[in-house]
């Protein structure tokens, strides 16, 4: 809040309010206060100075080097294990949802009138991604759609669209596991949002050109009509073969079952696995043994074999229960939250504990780097290729992200390093995809690789929109905005995540479903009003001369339009519990801004 306010009473709310917003920053015992701007207020974004409280090596003892030595070893052992217990939950995560949502995947897939509206496209690429919690799943469910023709490429652009879109949740959900402290959630949640921020940008600005020029189908066209495709080899699976002898002994999931019930070609009873022996030739004679779940190939079908006792029962803890599918979902949807919050907090906290001083100074050097002048500019292509190959090694967007969101929280990688990271992380999962595309059958070669190029082109685009002019980054100053809220009052998170990636896409595909003249009637009014207020509160920023004076401030709608204060003191009264509250400084802070005289005399 600025220190030039005038008016009787203002100027002591005002101070007191700059005094009391400089208190509570910091983290206690690992990291001291932001440094200090010009005048005089902290920069909350800014990398926290990490202090190393431990003695010097050189004064340590004999003693006091081994077991400085093994408690180092250990905590590196704790680092590995926790992130490989916690990419495992992911892939755990992932396959709950996928129990969850398949069914209702193949009904949403199956509405061809609504899936000509682009809006209802998006949409339904949003809800579908989050879902099955896996943009990988989403993009293979849309190419089996288009290769059987039940789904035209033009209709496939808007949802994978939102599948871009939708896999920035898992991200987001990571930065909540640090809503403890003030500072860090600040910086994780800010590191998410950006994410998902860059994506709804892009989805502004290319969804209405795709509707009106068919941009993205017309460029990968061209660039398939220049190639001459032959099949090639799989995608390397570098993170699965780590992680699938720890996830198979959990659960295991029927590729095809997923993607057939959403094309509707066969009806699957469970997508569950129960048979992964190798399949039998068929000769004459009907046997129903795998007429259940995963049995031969898919559940509820039925082959001709006369040697069905060759094969060999999936070994997995779900592989012989009589447990409905959204029962095991919920079942494993509860143990992988658990296990992922519980990994999460260790890795937070041996993070704070490792990265310390000299070790701090070391790691930040080298992530947070740059290249000498003229060439700075270079640093952060760098990290967009950096970002990109990594996420095609570990096969998985949600993994990459969802591993630099704590490191944004403790301080170590700044937003502005971050935020080329998570776009190259974007490429990295396309590149990942047109490989697995380039494997597919030479019958659905030119389509599926047709989607892989959409895929990778939206990326491609946005980048080119956002990244390539520094004064167009849009996304890093909205997602600091939103880090601040946030910090501010941390129910928001749980709002931004039920409004932006579920309550706002289901009202749209329930309008949808009316018809493009009832989604435009009721949806054009309210995007037309938000883009007025946001045009305003600019205006009130930076050119108060050019509103009139009544629109100079907020300060004549009621409290509950221009403050988030009463809906705080509504959601602490409902969960009166510390996270959910925010720090005393915050609320008088925000009462501050509820007096009518601060409102008349500050641009807000």
């Given at each position: 809040?600025?220190?030039?306010?005038?008016?009787?009473?203002?100027?002591?709310?005002?101070?007191?309010t700059?005094?009391?917003?400089?208190?509570?920053?910091?983290?206690?015992?690992?990291a001291?206060?932001?440094?200090?701007l010009?005048?005089?207020?902290t920069?909350?974004?800014?990398?926290p100075?990490?202090?190393?409280?431990g003695?010097?090596w050189?004064?340590l003892?004999?003693?006091?080097?081994?077991?400085?030595?093994?408690?180092?070893?250990?905590?590196?052992c704790?680092?590995?294990?926790?992130?490989?217990?916690f990419?495992?939950?992911?892939?755990i995560?992932?396959?709950?949802?996928?129990?969850?949502?398949?069914?209702?995947?193949?009904?949403?897939?199956?509405g061809?009138?609504?899936?000509?509206?682009?809006?209802?496209?998006?949409?339904?690429?949003?809800?579908?991604t989050?879902?099955?919690?896996?943009s990988?799943?989403?993009?293979?469910?849309?190419?089996s759609m288009?290769?059987?023709?039940?789904?035209t490429?033009r209709?496939?652009?808007p949802?994978?669209?939102?599948?871009?879109?939708?896999?920035?949740?898992?991200?987001?959900?990571?930065?909540m596991?640090?809503s403890?402290?003030r500072?860090?959630?600040?910086?994780?949640?800010?590191?998410?949002?950006v994410h998902?921020?860059?994506?709804?940008?892009?989805v502004?600005?290319?969804?209405?050109?795709?509707?009106?020029?068919?941009?993205?189908?017309?460029?990968?066209a061209?660039?398939?009509?220049?190639?001459?495709?032959?099949?090639?080899?799989?995608?390397?699976?570098?993170?699965?073969?780590?992680?699938?002898?720890?996830?198979?002994?959990?659960?295991?999931?029927?590729?095809?079952?997923?993607?057939?019930?959403?094309?509707?070609?066969?009806?699957?009873?469970?997508?569950?696995?129960?048979?992964?022996?190798?399949?039998a030739?068929?000769?004459v004679?009907?046997?129903?043994?795998?007429?259940l779940a995963?049995g031969?190939?898919?559940?509820?079908?039925?082959?001709?074999?006369?040697?069905?006792?060759?094969?060999?029962?999936?070994?997995?803890?779900?592989?012989?229960?009589?447990?409905?599918?959204?029962?095991?979902?919920?079942?494993?949807?509860?143990?992988?939250?658990?296990?992922?919050?519980?990994?999460?907090?260790?890795?937070v906290?041996?993070?704070?504990?490792?990265?310390?001083?000299?070790?701090?100074?070391?790691v930040?050097?080298v992530l947070?780097?740059d290249?000498p002048?003229?060439?700075?500019w270079?640093?952060?292509?760098?990290?967009?290729?950096?970002?990109?190959?990594?996420?095609?090694?570990?096969?998985?967007?949600?993994?990459?992200t969802s591993?630099?969101?704590p490191?944004?929280?403790v301080g170590?990688i700044?937003?502005?390093?971050?935020?080329?990271l998570?776009l190259?992380?974007?490429?990295?999962?396309?590149?990942?995809?047109?490989?697995?595309?380039?494997?597919?059958?030479?019958?659905?070669?030119?389509?599926?690789v047709q989607?892989?190029?959409?895929?990778?082109?939206?990326?491609?685009?946005?980048?080119?929109?956002?990244?390539?002019?520094?004064i167009?980054?849009?996304?890093i100053?909205?997602?600091?905005?939103?880090?601040?809220?946030?910090a501010?009052?941390?129910w928001?998170?749980v709002?931004?995540?039920l409004?932006g990636?579920?309550?706002?896409?289901?009202?749209a595909?329930?309008?949808?479903?009316?018809?493009?003249?009832?989604?435009?009637?009721?949806?054009?009014?309210?995007?037309?009003?938000?883009?007025?207020?946001?045009l305003?509160?600019?205006?009130?920023?930076?050119?108060?001369?050019?509103?009139?004076?009544?629109?100079?401030?907020?300060?004549?709608?009621?409290?509950?339009?221009?403050?988030?204060?009463?809906?705080?003191?509504?959601?602490?009264?409902?969960?009166?519990?510390?996270v959910c509250?925010?720090?005393?400084?915050?609320?008088?802070?925000a009462?501050?801004?509820?007096?009518?005289?601060v409102?008349a005399?500050?641009?807000?």
């Amino acid at each position: 809040m600025s220190n030039s306010l005038s008016g009787g009473q203002v100027p002591p709310c005002a101070l007191d309010t700059v005094g009391l917003a400089d208190q509570g920053l910091g983290n206690a015992g690992t990291a001291g206060s932001a440094p200090a701007l010009e005048d005089g207020d902290t920069d909350p974004w800014a990398l926290p100075q990490l202090k190393d409280t431990g003695q010097p090596w050189k004064e340590l003892s004999v003693a006091g080097r081994v077991l400085q030595g093994v408690t180092g070893v250990l905590k590196a052992c704790g680092l590995l294990g926790g992130l490989y217990i916690f990419i495992c939950s992911l892939d755990i995560l992932s396959s709950a949802f996928q129990l969850l949502g398949s069914k209702v995947t193949g009904d949403i897939f199956k509405g061809n009138v609504v899936l000509a509206n682009p809006v209802a496209g998006m949409v339904i690429g949003v809800l579908v991604t989050v879902l099955v919690q896996s943009s990988s799943t989403s993009s293979s469910i849309v190419v089996s759609m288009v290769a059987a023709k039940l789904l035209t490429v033009r209709a496939s652009v808007p949802i994978i669209m939102g599948v871009n879109v939708g896999t920035s949740i898992t991200s987001t959900l990571v930065s909540m596991a640090q809503s403890g402290d003030r500072d860090e959630f600040r910086r994780a949640f800010g590191g998410s949002a950006v994410h998902g921020i860059f994506n709804w940008l892009t989805v502004l600005v290319l969804l209405p050109l795709e509707s009106a020029a068919a941009l993205l189908e017309r460029l990968s066209a061209l660039i398939l009509g220049v190639t001459s495709l032959q099949p090639g080899a799989h995608a390397p699976d570098i993170l699965k073969v780590l992680t699938r002898p720890l996830t198979n002994l959990i659960v295991q999931l029927d590729a095809d079952a997923i993607a057939g019930s959403a094309t509707g070609n066969t009806t699957y009873t469970s997508v569950i696995k129960k048979w992964c022996g190798p399949r039998a030739q068929p000769t004459v004679g009907n046997s129903s043994h795998c007429g259940l779940a995963g049995g031969c190939g898919g559940p509820g079908s039925e082959r001709n074999s006369s040697a069905a006792e060759e094969l060999l029962p999936c070994r997995h803890l779900f592989a012989g229960t009589v447990l409905t599918d959204l029962a095991v979902g919920f079942i494993l949807l509860a143990a992988s939250l658990l296990v992922l919050c519980t990994c999460l907090v260790l890795i937070v906290k041996l993070l704070n504990s490792v990265l310390r001083g000299r070790i701090a100074q070391a790691v930040r050097t080298v992530l947070n780097a740059d290249f000498p002048f003229p060439f700075s500019w270079l640093s952060g292509y760098l990290a967009i290729l950096v970002g990109a190959g990594l996420t095609f090694v570990l096969q998985s967007s949600s993994v990459f992200t969802s591993a630099i969101v704590p490191l944004i929280g403790v301080g170590v990688i700044s937003l502005d390093r971050a935020y080329p990271l998570l776009l190259g992380s974007n490429i990295g999962t396309t590149t990942t995809a047109l490989l697995a595309a380039l494997a597919s059958p030479a019958d659905t070669l030119l389509s599926a690789v047709q989607v892989a190029l959409i895929h990778f082109f939206f990326n491609l685009i946005g980048i080119l929109l956002w990244y390539v002019l520094p004064i167009l980054r849009l996304p890093i100053p909205l997602a600091k905005h939103f880090g601040d809220l946030t910090a501010r009052y941390r129910w928001v998170a749980v709002a931004y995540l039920l409004l932006g990636f579920l309550l706002l896409p289901l009202a749209a595909f329930g309008l949808s479903l009316a018809g493009g003249t009832v989604l435009a009637a009721v949806g054009g009014p309210l995007v037309g009003l938000v883009i007025l207020i946001v045009l305003v509160t600019v205006l009130q920023r930076q050119r108060p001369a050019w509103l009139p004076r009544r629109l100079r401030s907020w300060a004549w709608l009621p409290v509950w339009f221009r403050s988030l204060e009463p809906w705080d003191r509504l959601v602490s009264h409902c969960c009166p519990c510390k996270v959910c509250s925010p720090p005393p400084a915050v609320t008088k802070e925000a009462h501050c801004y509820e007096n009518p005289e601060v409102l008349a005399s500050q641009q807000l």
